[in-house]
């Protein structure tokens, strides 16, 4: 039961552009929502994360859009830089649960 | 400085072998999970615990086991590895409180058993 889905495995933008990475979810319990990345060899780590109350988050270059009615959230990086290449990870999960349901993540390649 | 440490980060044993997967962490974090991830795949929660003396299993059925008698120390063990256990285990931490769930993970094990 693959509660958050990321359909897209891989995307390729040029630096300096906008990259937009989709995220769906089927759960309407969850509360948090949040993205990782990964790099090869290393753990994911923490990039932003938004409330099911809020409808966007923003942080630097970094931005994710919540749309509840659609159970959709999508991350932004604008401009996107060689370095922002890696596996994104969306995760959501309900208040004060564990179980934190991840999804299979997309390969952001950033060319030069 | 703050992290969490995975060792080994590599690992090749025959079949029918005890492995023993360590996890430490020195944010003084109370919560502590075993993820499970193959490639291309999403992260799945194996194991976690809420303390010391506190283990859980997670939503993916595994045959491994945990146990947590320090606050930093959160070892995962496979009695008898198989081929089927080949796979990446990723160790986490938060702490504990309402909001976002943020994990702090270590740089993972990859497990190969043949």
């Known amino acids: 039961d693959q509660q958050v889905k990321q359909n897209s495995p891989s995307l390729s933008v040029q630096e300096g552009r906008i990259s937009i990475l989709n995220c769906d979810y089927t759960n309407s319990m969850f509360d948090y929502f949040l993205w990782y990345k990964k790099y090869p060899a290393e753990g994911p780590t923490f990039l932003i994360s938004?409330?099911?109350?809020?409808d966007k988050n923003e942080d630097g270059r970094f931005t994710v859009f919540l749309n509840k009615s659609a159970k959709h959230l999508s991350l932004h990086i604008v401009p996107s830089q060689p370095g922002d290449s890696a596996v994104y990870f969306c995760a959501a999960s309900e208040d004060n649960n564990n179980d934190m349901r991840f999804g299979a993540g997309t390969r952001l390649t950033v060319k030069p | 400085e703050a992290d969490i440490y995975q060792t080994p980060r590599y690992l090749v044993i025959g079949t029918g072998k005890k492995i023993t997967l360590e996890c430490s962490q020195t944010m003084g974090h109370d919560k502590m999970y075993w993820y499970q991830q193959d490639p291309g795949m999403e992260l799945h929660l194996i194991h976690y615990s809420y303390g010391v003396n506190s283990t859980e299993k997670g939503d993916l059925s595994s045959e491994s086991t945990v146990s947590r008698i320090r606050t930093e120390h959160f070892p995962l063990t496979l009695e008898s590895a198989r081929p089927s256990h080949t796979s990446q285990y990723l160790c986490?931490?938060?702490?504990?409180?309402?909001?976002?769930?943020?994990?702090?993970f270590g740089a993972g094990s990859r497990l190969t058993v043949l």
């Open positions: 986490a931490s938060s702490e504990l409180g309402s909001g976002a769930n943020v994990l702090t």
């Open positions: 938004i409330s099911s109350i809020k």
